[in-house]
T-cell receptor, first 111, second 114 residues
Framework: NAGVTQTPKFQVLKTGQSMTLQCAQD?????MYWYRQDPGMGLRLIYY???????DKGEVPNGYNVSRLNKREFSLRLESAAPSQTSVYFC??????????FGSGTRLTVV | QQQVKQSPQSLIVQKGGISIINCAYENTAFDYFPWYQQFPGKGPALLIAIRPDVSEKKEGRFTISFNKSAKQFSLHIMDSQPGDSATYFC?????????????FGTGTRLKVLA
């Protein structure tokens, strides 16, 4: 009964490095989302996938790419990390019933 | 029009007191209003939610009050406890081509003093 699992939990990157944040859900949800959380900014949508095989940009997509690998997995890639991408990243999923289930987050620091 | 404005940014309440967090929206297409609770180091979790055809919804010590004409809704935490200390996010949702779109407020950090 894991729900939404994110890896890694913590990561420090140097400016210009790349990395992929992994997310998997075991609830058979159709929709998956990537958010970033910054102090005073709330949760901002980066990308989402309404169903397997589709992805769409959210509010703050610049500097990120995503892959919906299958129904369970939705990854977020930073091709060339920048200090402005220092944030806490949350993956979430939804069965299409307006309720989001979040993972526990990845705290990313770019130096 | 897509914003959800949340206040206050932070709130300190004595144990047993009432905590009140307010949110306002502009887009009349929003049709579902959930509140999420987030403890440090954890992801947000759904606390309570309301549809706009209802003026109030209560679950235990947590109540949402909804004013459709004013486009405002609020979370009331009665008999606040130290265990309620967390960050609270209001949200509003709408649908586009069958996909739900969530807009979150900026969050309120609540601290309940023992």
């Amino acid at each position: 009964n894991a729900g939404v699992t994110q890896t890694p939990k913590f990561q420090v990157l140097k400016t210009g490095q790349s990395m992929t944040l992994q997310c998997a859900q075991d609830m058979n949800h159709n929709s998956m989302y990537w958010y970033r959380q910054d102090p005073g900014m709330g949760l901002r949508l980066i990308y989402y996938s309404a169903s397997e095989g589709t992805t769409d940009k959210g509010e703050v997509p610049n500097g990120y790419n995503v892959s919906r690998l299958n129904k369970r997995e939705f990854s977020l890639r930073l091709e060339s990390a920048a200090p402005s991408q220092t944030s806490v990243y949350f993956c979430a999923s939804s069965a299409g019933q307006r309720l989001l289930t979040f993972g526990s987050g990845t705290r990313l620091t770019v130096v | 029009q897509q914003q959800v404005k949340q206040s206050p940014q932070s709130l300190i309440v004595q144990k047993g007191g009432i905590s009140i967090i307010n949110c306002a929206y502009e887009n009349t297409a929003f049709d579902y209003f959930p509140w999420y609770q987030q403890f440090p180091g954890k992801g947000p979790a759904l606390l309570i939610a309301i549809r706009p055809d209802v003026s109030e919804k209560k679950e235990g010590r947590f109540t949402i009050s909804f004013n459709k004409s004013a486009k405002q809704f609020s979370l009331h935490i009665m008999d606040s406890q130290p265990g309620d200390s967390a960050t609270y996010f209001c949200a509003a949702t709408t649908t586009t081509s069958g996909t739900y779109k969530y807009i979150f407020g900026t969050g309120t950090r609540l601290k309940v003093l023992a």
